[in-house]
Every structure is written in C-alpha cells, then in structure tokens.
C-alpha cells in the first residue's frame, strides 16, 4: 500500500479516508481504525468506507487540545 504523507493542512482532501486520517495525525492505520471508533469522533459512513470531513478532524483537535 502506498504510504499517504501530507505536508500541510491545505494539501488534505475535503474527505479523508482512515489511512489518510491516521497518516495526517502521525498514528498507524490501526490506531486510525480505533480512532474513528471512539465516541464523539467525527466520522461518517459512505457505503462500507468510513470517511472524515476535513474540518470536522481539525474542530476535534482543536477541542481535544484546548489547556484543561
């Protein structure tokens, strides 16, 4: 399987699939499968893929970095 890198937030799809997500965030594909699992993530199903809106994922790091 070929290796997705990206280099800026610009450069992501409006849609990411799980190995593109977990690429962007620097996890493994598992880790992403995991992810997309947990309550609150923000990840739809679009017949058998599960995709992530772009700026969902960006909202989600912002609240799940915010100084508690």
């Known amino acids: 399987m070929k ?3 990206f280099k800026s937030y610009d450069e992501l799809p409006l849609m990411l699939s799980v190995p593109e997500m977990a690429a962007a965030l620097g ?3 598992a880790g ?5 699992r947990t ?3 923000p990840s739809l199903k679009i017949g058998s893929r599960i ?3 772009k700026d969902k994922l960006q909202e989600w790091v912002n609240r799940n970095t915010e100084a508690k």
Do not use: A, C
């Open 32 to 36: 992403g499968y995991d992810l997309v």
């Open 39 to 41: 309550k609150g993530f």
């Open 51 to 53: 995709m992530v809106p």
């Open 27 to 29: 996890i493994s594909r």
């Open 3 to 5: 290796k997705v890198q």
